[in-house]
């Protein structure tokens, strides 16, 4: 039997955190669509990402990319997000736009580079200072394009020294997490190119370091939930970057290309406890939005993840423990499958109802003219985009 009540408790409770960059204009290698409207500063990323948890109630953290999110006075800005209402989540470092970093950061074979690296992830951990955010997220480029370039082992050994300081200068209340992609810009060799590798890392560096699972970051057909299941046992899932793929690191809206990935994924979270608030794991969204406007793009996203949660939690426990127990492989498959094919989009409605919230914040965003008028009022000026 699932429990109604406690369904609609855990999807009025889930906090789902939005990538400042996710506000501004992006694109591929090949073109980035300047789309009317977007942020020029920081600043106004922070509104942008107000609008949709005005409208989702689901999205009160926002998390910043260094030096993109660059400005002069970090505690300024923190308070303007709580104008706002909302938070300074997670700080993602830059180690990957540099000319400096052409043959890699933390990991690169020269000293002086090394040392600039760190010291950005140093400065990130004060940016969590200013701010007030408790999580810092890693994320490295480094790696290598051709057999022989550099020394795999030696890489291993400069990654492990960086992490150890920024992981010394921590406070008692930050965390780290370590993300890992299997590929690109490195082709070849990549640093942190799995969550095993995230996961040793970890493991050595303590309890406050965590892994981050990024779904479009892994080799196509691998088996996320499994990953997911297994990190949130031994308490290091520290955070998802969702976004969706058909084809490498595509950065679409989560839960548009497989819908049923990202149950899965979200069926395991229910079943580790993972939607605990004490087990800290964020929800955070990355993906760019080249060729759809962007503040619906993310309350779609923060909608399809409400989606995602909903139909986990509506998995009838009881009944696929049973069937799995029994070893009846076609009712345990049924159980997750009823919950997989329920359209949760009316529960959703009346949980948001009953938070005072319409029931459509897709709809309601549109309507709502925003669009519009800051499409009228943010001229000139330089607009935020990928790199800037
Ligand atoms: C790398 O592909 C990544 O997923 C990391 O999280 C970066 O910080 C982010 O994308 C933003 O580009
Ligand atoms: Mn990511």
């Given at each position: 039997m699932v429990e109604i009540a406690a369904v609609k408790a855990a999807l009025s409770s889930q906090v789902i955190e939005t990538p400042s960059w996710g506000y501004g204009n992006s694109g591929t290698r090949f073109k980035v669509f300047a789309q009317p409207g977007?942020?020029?500063?920081p600043y106004e990323k922070i509104q942008d990402a107000a609008q949709v948890h005005a409208h989702?109630?689901?999205?009160p953290v926002v998390s910043l990319h260094i030096p993109w999110d660059r400005v002069e006075d970090y505690g300024a800005l923190a308070a303007h997000a709580g104008d706002h209402g909302l938070r300074i989540g997670m700080i993602n470092a830059n180690?990957?736009?540099?000319?400096?970093?052409?043959?890699?950061?933390?990991?690169?074979?020269?000293p002086r580079v090394r040392r600039k690296a760190t010291d950005h992830l140093l400065e990130c951990v004060d940016i969590m200072d200013a701010t007030g955010s408790d999580a810092l997220k890693l994320w490295f480029s480094d790696?290598?394009?051709?057999?022989?370039?550099?020394?795999l082992t030696a890489r291993q050994d400069r990654l492990a020294e960086a992490l150890g300081e920024v992981y010394a200068r921590l406070g008692e209340r930050q965390r780290l997490v370590l993300e890992y992609k299997l590929f690109e810009p490195a082709?070849?060799?990549?640093?942190?190119?799995d969550w095993g590798t995230s996961y040793a890392h970890c493991l050595t560096l303590g309890e406050r370091a965590k892994v981050c699972v990024?779904?479009?970051?892994?080799?196509?057909?691998?088996?996320i939930e499994f990953i997911v299941a297994f990190l949130l046992r031994q308490d290091k899932l520290g955070a998802f970057d969702f976004n969706s793929r058909?084809?490498?690191?595509?950065?679409?809206?989560?839960?548009?290309?497989d819908p049923f990935q990202l149950f899965r994924i979200m069926y395991e979270v229910v079943r580790g406890g993972g939607?605990?608030?004490?087990?800290?794991v964020r929800f955070m969204l990355d993906q760019c939005h080249n060729i759809e406007a962007k503040i619906p793009a993310v309350i779609r996203s923060v909608m399809n993840v409400q989606e995602a949660t909903a139909k986990a939690l509506l998995v009838d426990r009881d009944a696929l423990g049973r069937a799995q127990r029994e070893g009846d492989v076609l009712a345990a498959n049924a159980a997750l499958m009823d919950a997989y094919n329920t359209d949760v989009r009316p529960l959703l409605a009346e949980v948001r109802q009953e938070n005072?919230?319409?029931?459509?914040p897709f709809r309601a965003y549109l309507d709502s003219g925003h669009q519009d008028e800051i499409a009228a009022t943010r001229v000139g000026g330089q607009q935020a985009g990928w790199g800037a």
């Open positions: 977007v942020p020029r500063d989702t109630g689901a999205a180690v990957f736009q540099d000319d400096d970093y052409k043959l890699g950061s933390v990991t690169h074979p020269d790696g290598t394009n051709y057999p022989g370039q550099d020394d082709f070849y060799s990549t640093d942190v190119p990024d779904t479009g970051h892994h080799a196509p057909g691998t088996n058909f084809y490498a690191d595509d950065d679409l809206m989560a839960g548009a290309a939607l605990d608030p004490a087990r800290d005072g919230l319409a029931a459509d």
